[in-house]
């Protein structure tokens, strides 16, 4: 217990600046946060405190080891939350970062639901297309397609997009119809910005897997206006299924090199790497993964 008293310590002069603002802030006198402190510095063999007559400022070993810290006394505050009589309804702010297109069409129909499941929990939810630093921007989940480039995040499989290449009826006429992916560089190409490729498209076919380097006239952040253009005799799109479907069933679009097929993507619930995962993180995981699997 000792040790919580020093890491609690710490934290509280490092948050406040003060011996005399933390002893304020926590109710614990000055002399005994003075004393836990002392003690910890002395356990670890470390100095963590720059200590002057008119600031303190911590070391670089205290900035790492606060950070360190911070995160013990979180995971253990949300262990003793969930396994206390208090804990049988989760609740708190669960802040989430997901695909503006993805997330317009496949997730915000849910959220009335899990609302409805979870009347404690409040949801911040953020939709960029942006690759965010969830630790840096404090999201408590993010769902990402394809599949996560960073090794310190946790992924949890939802379901699986296709991705399709289409262009309009039109567009074909003028330009004339590409029997296979290697024909795309003499056409015109609308690309998606965030596209983790670049400008290299990937396919798999009667001569094995291919991936053909196109040149975009056109970029665009979101792939619901890459559509759009397409369907406006743009030019040719690599888009997933969602957001072509209802194109291609209308014939505002029409698939191309039809034996050669696109790239299967996973869409995965992802969060920071923690030996301890909050009850809310892990009910809005099972929750997606039961209603996305459908």
């Not at 002399?31 to 670890?44: C, D, I, K, N, P």
């Not at 670089?60 to 049988?88: H, K, P, T, Y």
Request: aromatic content about 8%; hydrophobic content about 40%; proline content about 4%.
């Amino acid at each position: 217990m000792s040790q919580i008293n020093e890491m609690k310590a710490f934290l509280a002069v490092t948050e406040t600046g003060s011996f005399v603002a933390a002893a304020e802030k926590s109710g614990v006198s000055t002399t005994a946060l003075s004393r836990w402190v002392m003690q910890l510095e002395q356990r670890l063999g470390v100095r963590l405190l720059h200590r002057t007559t008119r600031r303190l400022s911590l070391t670089v070993e205290g900035e790492r080891f606060a950070e360190r810290c911070s995160d013990i006394l979180q995971q253990l505050a949300e262990a003793e939350a969930e396994l206390s009589a208090q804990a049988s309804q989760i609740s708190g702010r669960l802040r989430l970062n997901v695909p503006v297109s993805y997330g317009i069409r496949f997730l915000a129909p849910l959220w009335a639901s899990f609302k409805q499941q979870n009347p404690a929990i409040e949801l911040d939810v953020v939709l960029t297309d942006r690759l965010t630093d969830m630790v840096e921007e404090g999201f408590d989940l993010a769902v990402r397609i394809g599949r996560p480039a960073s090794s310190s995040l946790i992924s949890r499989p939802l379901h699986q997009l296709k991705m399709q290449l289409c262009a309009a009826p039109e567009y074909i006429h003028t330009a004339g119809l590409p029997t296979e992916p290697s024909e795309l560089s003499a056409h015109k190409v609308i690309a998606y910005s965030y596209w983790g490729s670049g400008n290299d498209w990937s396919f798999s076919g009667p001569k094995g897997n291919m991936t053909v380097r196109t040149k975009a006239w056109m970029h665009c952040n979101n792939g619901e206006t890459c559509v759009a253009v397409a369907e406006s005799g743009g030019g040719v799109i690599y888009q997933p299924d969602f957001l072509v479907e209802q194109a291609l069933q209308q014939g505002r679009l029409i698939t191309l090199c039809p034996e050669y097929q696109g790239l299967t993507l996973p869409v995965c619930a992802v969060y920071p790497s923690r030996r301890f995962v909050s009850a809310k993180v892990r009910n809005i995981v099972s929750f997606l993964q039961k209603h996305l699997a459908r």
